[in-house]
């Protein structure tokens, strides 16, 4: 039973990725692709843990909280790169 | 107006240990699961590259006052001293030793010449990864 | 002993990554590099000789056995490729102390250079597929810093095509290798070549084998592969000219030879044929493009090309002589090559240009200079009794023997081309009134420019009237090269 | 599976190539990026897709995926990662030079 | 000092759920590994905690997730409405908590809340701009945020 | 190593040495140290002469050199290599003489470079002729061609001189290769070897190979260039910009005859094909003709010395031609008939080197003294300098061919050979031979008027002193001695020629014709003054009365175009091919060096497609496996959906952050794929490459600007879209059918040993890790060494900056 | 537990997946930015529960990196709607046509006339 939900819950997740895309590629504006960015790491956490299931194997946990730490990473830099094009400042002054 | 990254520096606070923990615990990891001194080393330079972000690079700086160049050597050096150890038993270049050790209290650990070896590869991977970023950063021109 | 062959990666890696710690102690590190380099050059010395006697040696790494771990193999052609790298690595090394600033050596110059080395010798000598691209990339990347250091304009803006199309062709290295560890499930070339017999080399893998010819054409810079060669050559100071020019093409050109000469052999009227066109139109167009320049370094860098036509036509030949004859004019390349470039820059140094129409008259005022340019240029051309002419020979002789005319027609007439740009070059730099000059240049020291340099001139004039000894040996090495089972048994056993 | 992956690899190796024949400094290293992802792939299913559990050997399986051209991509992975780190900053670098991202105006001769 | 032998622990402990195994070995090493993480570290650490608010914090985390699944309803009502009919807006709050740490954690609940989104600090802090997806009544959604999880935040750091 | 190497091997080292004699001893000019060399070897090689007649012995030593190459270094002494041989270091001995009056030891004269120039074309002249071995003699061979630039271009200051030397190396050094080829063929024809006599041995055989006419042509290619034959003799006018004694050297004595000793050399091996003559015979008719007619346009001593000598090359070489026939007649027949041709040019050799080098000294001397060669400035000579007028007068009579000088006999030998080649019956000289002898005696006539022209425009008429820069008077002794003595050997050898008769044509024509004395028996060579009023007479009485008219009326000649023209017509061909061979070079190189990194990998990608896609359908290689397609779960070709979608969108982005944000989820599908093949570090890798890019990718957008717009040019964007379209295409076809092959063929990856033995033997469970860190832990050693090096280059990058010109 | 795990997993896949649409369907960023941060993470929160669950009880593993994982998305997908809101209202990027009032501007304005 699990198995059956799992695979549901993957195909799910992939249509959800694919909409994240379908947002990513229209934008209209940067804010909405990082959005979609961040969502999309957000979906392949859960895609991650589900593969996990359906393959029987706990290997795959340390890709989970690694793309959950890297989403976060990458969603700080785009935003902070969108605000000023600046994604390491110097030093403290210019925050 | 000016505004502040307060939430941001905050939460950074915490979850760049929980990554540097992490960092650490897939070095040692490599061996027998996913990870090792890549992997490691990446993901150790993922949590210094978040500080840098959210913070300001002479701040970080302040904090890891490191010439990465060095690092990047002495990691090679390591890496490759550990391979040349072999040569003390007469074999080839990089020729490798493990052997499983009983310690009271701890139980069975295994004890490999990959662990300095993959020392050297994390110490490279970080230090390239930092310096890469502080480099380009601190570019004015 | 067979750790000799593991040398030649080992000290310029190590020499490398210490160097690193140095790089505010500018006397240390020359001092050390050049020692570094000195005793490279006995090692290299040593291995030829170790292979010369004990037959081919290789270290399995790791003490795994191949073809399962990674394999050094030291042949006499991987073993001689490694020695003319270390010639060129000394050579070069000394005419760096002499022109380059403070400032290129306080940015690493020394462990780019020994990095430089690190992957040349172990492209020669690795016995890996996957393992020569890992070297090939060690190679490139130095080969890109030490391009574009000093970051001029120009040297920006061909770097980055330089290092885009070797970006290129390293992926699609990537590719070849997926289709051929597809079909062979292995890594080890000597395993490859045994798989490969064992599947025949039919249908697809002719085509994974073009892949790989393409892709080490890429690095040789054979037609209509070398369009990032000129240019990039062009940028760097002389010293690192000299030994790209000498030394990096030949990595791919190695390469070439070691798969189709280990590997790919079982089709030969096919994919030497393939060879033998891309042989001849590489020297035409290389040749042609060096008639057209009036640069010195530039018209070098087209011959870097040219010359490399010669090299493949003595594998598509594919007789022990031509092969011989290939290697011999490899090894000569090597040598001229490099001194060519060092005289560009040595001319640089004096006159500040390397416009042929901004300079005259040298040999009225630098006789020491212009005569030795003229033994290289003589030679490169091919004329005797210098090294450039023995390699030629052997070409010509084979390619008559094999009935391949239209070839040696090509070669000969390249020849001719190759003499008129390089007296092209002596003409507008030596002869002349030494008038055009700006003469703010002329307090500079030719002595030491030229101590590094006169090396390569006795080889070149060695390699010719000793040619002897040297072709035996390289008969040697072209028949062991040509019979596949020596190299496969040596590293996978009987 | 191997089939459609190939398919995959190729629709992005063909795409990287012209990524490569554009004539701005970053959109060939976007190139770059994605020729290694379609070679990367490539590679993969080459050797073999799903024919195993993953090459852990604390899995207990039957069988395990080959391991080698994981280790050999991975490799891959990282050269790739610092030749396109390195070609980033070049590219940066000269347009700083050059003021100019437009690599149809980086194209000039030796002689100036 | 106690904080830094506290997060020391903590760290011990992460090691233990990253290993997988609730051995003292695993623990003794994962408290040698933050003592070097604290020791690169040091000059980094400035803020202050205590232990006795650990199990406050926590009771505050399960709180808040029960508030979390309640509110999330509304926002799916909101996305599946055919017609999006919200009227969105940016409210300032002004906020009674001094550390970082409180309005950190406020502004964590207000995020993570449906409805609501932290979007930033005024210069000095005591101001947080919230987003909220429906504003019919500015000074009520500003009371419920006052009275709900400032409260419980000042309960647990004091 | 035998003295004979030695006489070779001579001259080089004393080139080396000379340098420190020159600095040592400046006040002594440079050549005093030379000469006795020359005149020693000289003597040494006379020491060979036979005396006594009855032909000589050859003389053979071998060293050896490249033996595996077949090339060695034998020296061989025969009667044509000692001709030749007393020719280099005879007239050598006098050049060098001559040449120490003649170019004055002052500070700034390289005199040095001159001499070991002058050394090393010796010892390589030297070389030519001694060699048995065909590479040996060509290694020496283009040693001549190298050192005759150096002295052409020994006044390197002037324009002309750099043109000339440029000129003659290419043109020698062109045929030099061709002659290379040549013997190449040569040697495979003959069952590889590069020795003369072996192959001489073998001469009937090597005849019947098809190869042999290449194997000729080519290497009458080298002769031809060398020897100065039409169309190749342009070269040799361009050369008299070296200093005089050069000229008389090697542009007339010497090296201009390396062509025809090699042709003498060889004509035993080709002397029986009917080629060999025709060519040899009509490219030395028309050479003659062409220079003697080309010398009469001249104005400059010099230049009607070199076309003469140019038309004399001409002579000599379509008489060795016609001697060749002789070795159709097995010399059965006593007469003279057959090998008058083979002794003609033999002689008129000898004595084209005597009066030749005489008549070139005479002129420099006049240029030495007057300070111009134009015969327009000159005139009137006869009385201010009577001595070299005397010896002018010997050398030009000895040209037209008038008695009693030593020209007069070989020419009418020359007729009579002429006369007799048009009587055999071989070749389809019953028809064609008759006008052999007509354009031989065109050309006579022309001969006769240049150096009558020579004769009355330099020496009498009326002096204009005003003409001269400075004043002009008889040179002095030193410069005097070396014409002298060659003049008085014209004369001594025109009234007694027999004196070279068993001494040196006997001999030299044995070698040339091996098969004319029969074993045991003796050849005789007499020549004599009279002959009786025959044919020969009458044509050099014609000659001499329409080479009057013609001179008397060369005024009006000279208005014809033809004349009008200084420079050979021929010279705009060469000078049209070397500008356009530039100029196309230049062409052809920048239509495809465009600079476009666009271009650059539209053609690779080109090639790859265009010879992979070959190559795949060549072999039919295209297979497909369909099976294990089947199971595909749904969230896996979902996420390749997305997959593709993202990667097919990338190309109409142009917004560099949406590109990047693409590529961030690309990358992230990438590892998502890595999890579902079950390769964890994989997918971790790529993640963490992934995020450390994107923000080094963002760094680096604070300092660029927004991706340039590709501007509209659809056509463009076509091919572009093609070509990579076809890449894809190669690479799915390519590995489709590897995929269907691997599937087919039961190779067993070496993967197994890894599942094997990575705990046993290496103690790790991770396989991948244990690959990495041991099976193959030098891959990763060097990839970490990859990125420090780019970490280190990027600092490097940014850090580093030079303007261009602080170093080279 | 079975049904649990299940339940947690599809309610999990549901809230991603509709949050998904709200990030196509909401007419600004800042609404998408609701959806994400809050119907995303508590979907995948849900799922990694599941999966904790399901290898805690099925296998017997505890599956710490799960646990650090929802953990670490808990304290980390606030801050990033929060730096991604607070850019794109820095930069201006607008908010929808319905939004009804706005603090924020009104502080910067003050802020700037203060200036
Ligand atoms: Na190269
Ligand atoms: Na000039």
């Known amino acids: ?95 | ?141 | ?494 | 599976m191997e089939i459609l992956m190939i398919f995959t690899s190729g629709i992005i190796i063909a795409v990287a190539t012209y990524l490569f024949m554009t004539r701005s400094l970053l959109r060939v290293a976007f190139g770059v990026v994605m020729l290694s992802h379609g070679v990367h792939l490539l590679i993969l299913t080459l050797s073999g897709l799903e024919t195993g559990a993953p090459p852990l050997l604390t899995e207990n399986a039957e069988a395990y995926t080959d391991p080698l051209p994981q280790a050999v991509i991975l490799t891959a992975i990282v050269i790739s990662f610092g030749v396109t780190a390195f070609l980033l900053v070049l590219a940066y670098r000269t347009y700083k030079e050059h003021g100019t991202e437009d690599l149809e105006e980086l194209r000039g001769n030796a002689d100036e | ?158 | 190593m035998s003295l004979l190497h030695f006489v070779v091997l001579a001259p080089f080292v004393m080139a080396i040495f000379l340098p420190f004699l020159y600095y040592k001893f400046r006040s002594i000019h440079t050549g005093w140290f030379l000469l006795p060399l020359p005149l020693i070897l000289f003597i040494y090689v006379a020491t060979y002469i036979p005396f006594g007649g009855g032909g000589m012995e050859a003389v053979e030593h071998t060293v050896q050199w490249v033996p595996s190459l077949g090339i060695n270094f034998t020296v061989y002494l025969d009667g044509l290599s000692m001709l030749f041989a007393l020719l280099i270091t005879g007239i050598g001995t006098l050049v060098v003489l001559y040449s120490i009056f003649y170019i004055a030891n002052k500070p700034d004269e390289p005199l040095n470079n001159f001499y070991v120039y002058l050394l090393m074309f010796m010892g390589a002249m030297l070389g030519v002729v001694l060699s048995d071995n065909l590479i040996v003699l060509y290694v020496f061979w283009e040693l001549t061609s190298l050192s005759s630039s150096l002295l052409i271009a020994y006044w390197f200051h002037k324009e002309k001189s750099r043109y000339g030397a440029q000129k003659s190396m290419l043109i020698t050094v062109s045929g030099g290769f061709a002659m290379l080829a040549g013997f190449a063929l040569l040697y495979i024809i003959a069952g590889n070897t590069f020795s003369i006599q072996e192959i001489i041995s073998q001469a009937d055989a090597i005849v019947q190979d098809p190869l042999i006419l290449p194997a000729m042509l080519l290497i009458l290619l080298g002769a031809f260039t060398k020897s100065a034959q039409f169309p190749f003799h342009i070269w040799l006018p361009d050369a008299m910009e070296a200093p005089t004694p050069v000229s008389a050297y090697l542009h007339s004595a010497t090296m201009v005859k390396a062509g025809i000793y090699l042709v003498a050399r060889l004509t035993p091996v080709f002397g029986l094909t009917a080629e060999w003559f025709w060519i040899l015979v009509i490219f030395g008719l028309t050479t003659l003709l062409w220079g003697s007619i080309s010398a009469v346009r001249q104005t400059d001593l010099k230049g009607i010395l070199a076309f003469s000598t140019v038309s004399q090359l001409g002579l000599i070489m379509a008489l060795l031609g016609m001697g060749a026939a002789a070795l159709h007649y097995d010399f059965i027949e006593t007469e003279t008939m057959y090998y008058t041709a083979t002794m003609a040019a033999v002689f008129h050799l000898i004595n084209h080197a005597t009066f030749k080098g005489a008549l070139f000294m005479a002129v420099g001397i006049i240029d030495h003294e007057t300070g111009t060669r134009d015969v327009k400035r000159l005139g009137g000579l006869m009385a201010i300098m009577p001595v070299t007028f005397t010896v002018s007068l010997v050398g030009l009579a000895a040209m037209a061919g008038l008695p009693p000088f030593n020209g007069f006999l070989s020419k009418e030998m020359f007729f009579t050979a002429t006369l007799n080649v048009a009587s055999l019956d071989i070749f389809n000289l019953e028809t064609l031979g008759v006008f052999i002898p007509i354009v031989a005696w065109i050309a006579s006539v022309f001969t006769f008027v240049y150096s009558m022209m020579m004769f009355t425009r330099t020496f009498t008429g009326e002096f204009k002193p005003e003409n001269y820069e400075k004043e002009v008077h008889e040179a002095p002794a030193g410069l005097l001695i070396s014409p002298i003595i060659l003049g008085s050997l014209v004369i001594l050898f025109g009234l007694f020629p027999n004196l070279l008769g068993y001494t040196l044509i006997e001999p030299a024509m044995q070698a040339i014709l091996p098969g004319i004395t029969p074993v045991g028996e003796q050849f005789y060579v007499n020549i004599y003054h009279w002959h009786g009023i025959n044919t020969e007479l009458l044509m050099t009485v014609a000659v001499v009365l329409f080479g009057l008219a013609i001179a008397l009326n060369l005024k009006k000649w000279a208005e014809a175009a033809f004349f009008q023209r200084e420079r050979d017509p021929l010279n705009r061909a060469y000078d049209f091919g070397l500008d356009q061979l530039v100029v196309q070079s230049q062409n052809v190189t920048n239509f495809h060096m465009t600079g476009r990194l666009r271009d650059y990998m539209l053609y690779m990608s080109v090639f790859i497609v265009g010879l992979g896609m070959y190559t795949f359908f060549r072999y039919n290689s295209l297979d497909i496996n369909l099976e294990g397609q089947g199971g595909i779960p749904g969230y896996a070709i979902l996420v390749i959906g997305g997959l593709i979608a993202s990667t097919l969108v990338l190309p109409f982005v142009h917004k560099r952050i949406t590109n990047l944000v693409l590529l961030g989820v690309i990358g992230f599908l990438v590892a998502l794929l890595f999890v579902i093949f079950r390769a964890p570090d994989l997918a971790l890798t790529q993640l963490l490459v992934e995020t450390v890019m994107v923000v080094l990718f963002l760094l680096v957008f604070r300092h660029m600007p927004e991706i340039t717009k590709e501007k509209k040019a659809p056509l463009t964007t076509t091919v572009k879209a093609l070509v990579s379209g076809a890449v894809g295409i190669f690479v799915i076809l390519t590995g489709l059918s590897v995929h269907a092959l691997r599937a087919e063929s039961d190779i067993t990856p070496i993967s197994d040993f890894f599942i094997e033995n990575s705990v046993p033997l290496a103690g790790g469970y991770n396989m991948v890790n244990v690959i990495l860190v041991d099976f193959r832990g030098l891959d990763t050693l060097l990839e970490v060494l990859v990125l420090g090096i780019a970490a280190l280059g990027i600092v490097t990058l940014i850090k580093h900056r030079l303007k261009g010109d602080e170093d080279v | ?115």
């Not at chain 3, 380099?37 to 040593?46: E, H, I, K, N, Q």
């Not at chain 5, 985390?61 to 029960?66: I, K, P, S, T, V």
Request: neutral net charge.
């Open chain 3, 1 to 494: 002993m067979n750790n000799i062959v593991l040398l030649p990666v080992l000290i310029p890696f190590i020499a490398g990554a210490v160097l690193i710690l140095f790089r505010h102690f500018p006397k240390l590190q020359r001092i050390s590099s050049a020692v570094v380099m000195l005793v490279m050059l006995a090692a290299s010395v040593l291995l030829v000789y170790s292979v010369y006697q004990d037959g081919i040696l290789t270290v399995e790494l790791g003490n795994w056995p191949a073809p399962f771990g990674i394999v050094l193999v030291g042949d006499l052609f991987a073993s001689l490729m490694v020695l003319l790298s270390s010639i060129t690595g000394v050579t070069c090394l000394f005419f760096a102390f002499q022109t380059i600033t403070k400032e290129r050596e306080k940015y690493f110059f020394y462990p780019f250079y020994f990095f430089l080395l690190t992957g040349v010798n172990g492209s020669f000598l690795t016995g890996d597929l996957f393992n020569l691209f890992v070297f090939f990339e060690v190679m490139l990347i130095s080969s890109f810093i030490l391009i574009v250091t000093g970051g001029t304009k120009f040297q920006l803006r061909e770097s980055y095509k330089y290092v885009v199309i070797n970006i290129f062709a390293s992926m699609m290295f990537l590719a070849a290798l997926a289709y051929i560890y597809g079909l062979t499930g292995t890594l080890n070339l000597a395993h490859i070549a045994q798989q490969i017999e064992e599947i025949g080399q039919t249908g697809v893998v002719n085509t994974a084998a073009i892949m790989l010819l393409i892709v080490f054409g890429i690095k040789g810079a054979l037609f209509p592969l070398y369009f990032w060669l000129p240019q990039s050559y062009y940028g760097p100071p002389a010293a690192i000219a000299a030994l790209f020019g000498g030394l990096l093409t030949k990595v791919g050109v190695y390469a070439i030879f070691r798969t189709f000469t280990l590997i790919f052999v079982h089709d030969i009227s096919f994919t030497h044929t393939v060879l033998l066109v891309l042989a001849a139109l590489t020297m035409v167009l290389g040749v042609l493009a060096a008639v057209a320049q009036f640069n010195f370094k530039m018209i070098l860098t087209y011959h870097i090309i040219s010359q490399i036509g010669y090299m493949i036509m003595g594998l598509a030949i594919f007789t022990p002589l031509a092969v011989a004859g290939a290697i011999y004019h490899i090894a000569h390349n090597v040598v001229v090559k490099s001194a060519l470039f060092m005289f560009a820059g040595a001319t640089q140094k004096i006159t500040g240009t390397n416009n042929l129409k901004e300079m005259s008259g040298l040999l009225k005022t630098h006789p020491a200079l212009a005569w030795l340019f003229f033994i290289s240029a003589v030679s490169i051309a091919g004329i005797p009794p210098l090294s450039g002419f023995f390699s030629k020979f052997a070409l010509v002789l084979s390619g008559l023997e094999a009935e391949m005319y239209v070839i040696v027609a090509v070669a000969l007439i390249v020849g001719v081309f190759t003499l008129f740009s390089m007296m092209k070059i002596f003409i507008y730099v030596f002869w002349g009134s030494p008038s055009l000059q700006r003469s703010d240049y002329s307090h500079i020291k030719l002595a030491p420019l030229l101590m590094p340099i006169v090396p390569f001139i006795v080889l070149t004039i060695a390699m010719g009237l000793f040619a002897e000894p040297v072709f035996t040996f390289i008969q040697l090495t072209a028949d062991q090269i040509l019979d596949p089972s020596i190299y496969i048994d040596a590293v996978l056993g009987e």
């Open chain 5, 1 to 158: 000092m106690q904080f830094q032998i506290l997060l020391n622990i903590v760290i011990a402990f992460i090691w233990m759920l990253l290993q997988n195994s609730f051995t003292i070995v695993h623990f003794v090493f994962g408290y040698i590994v933050g003592l070097g993480m604290l020791f690169f570290l040091r000059r980094f650490l400035r803020f202050d905690f205590y232990f006795r608010r650990v199990y406050a914090f926590i009771k505050l985390l399960l709180l808040f997730a029960y508030k979390l699944i309640e509110a999330n309803w509304d926002l799916i009502k909101i996305i599946l409405r055919p017609k999006m009919d919200i009227t969105p807006g940016i409210i300032a709050v002004p906020t009674e908590l001094k550390t970082d740490w409180e309005k950190t954690l406020l502004a964590n609940l207000i995020s993570l809340t449906p409805g609501t989104l932290t979007m930033d600090f005024s210069e000095d802090g005591d101001i947080l701009y919230i987003h909220a997806i429906n504003v019919p009544d500015k000074e009520k959604a500003i009371r419920e945020i006052h009275e709900s999880f400032e409260k419980a935040i000042l309960e647990v750091t004091q």
């Open chain 7, 1 to 115: 537990m079975e049904v649990l795990v299940s339940i947690l997993l599809l309610t999990g896949g549901l809230l991603s997946f509709l949050g998904s649409i709200g990030i196509l369907r909401f007419p600004d960023v800042y609404g998408r930015l609701h959806a994400a941060t809050k119907s995303a993470t508590l979907g995948v929160i849900g799922i990694l529960t599941g999966t904790f669950l399901y290898f805690l009880v099925m296998h017997d593993i505890f599956v710490g990196k799960v646990l650090l994982g929802i953990i670490f998305v808990f304290l980390t997908a606030p801050v990033g709607a929060f730096m991604i809101s607070r850019a794109a209202y820095l930069t201006g990027v607008p908010l929808s046509k319905q939004t009804e009032q706005d603090d924020l501007k009104k502080a910067r304005s003050e802020a700037e006339k203060a200036e």
């Open chain 2, 1 to 141: 107006m000016k505004t502040n990254f307060l939430m941001l520096h905050t939460i950074t606070r915490i979850v760049s240990f929980i990554v540097l923990s992490f960092s650490v615990y897939l070095f040692f990891a490599g061996h027998n699961a996913p990870g090792g001194g890549f992997i490691g080393g990446l993901m150790m330079a993922g949590a210094l590259i978040l500080l840098y972000v959210t913070f300001d690079a002479e701040r970080i700086n302040r904090v890891l006052p490191f010439d990465y160049t060095a690092i990047i050597a002495i990691g090679l050096l390591l890496a490759i001293v550990t391979g040349l150890n072999s040569y003390l038993f007469g074999d080839p270049f990089l020729t490798q030793y493990f052997e499983y050790y009983q310690i009271p209290f701890v139980g069975e650990v295994e004890l490999t010449t990959a662990l300095p070896f993959d020392l050297g590869i994390l110490l490279v991977v970080v230090a390239v990864a930092l310096l890469t970023i502080i480099s380009i950063a601190e570019d004015v021109s």
């Open chain 1, 1 to 95: 039973m699990i198995q059956i939900t799992a695979q549901i819950t993957l195909v799910l997740l992939a249509v959800s990725i694919l909409l994240c895309v379908i947002r990513l590629v229209k934008g209209p504006c940067m804010a909405d692709r990082v959005v979609a960015l961040d969502t999309i790491g957000l979906n392949l956490i859960g895609f991650i843990g589900l593969i996990m299931m359906v393959q029987q194997t706990i290997l795959y946990a340390e890709a989970l909280l690694i793309i959950a730490i890297l989403a976060f990473i990458s969603t700080v830099s785009f935003a902070k790169f969108l605000e000023g094009g600046v994604v390491v400042d110097r030093n403290g002054s210019s925050r």
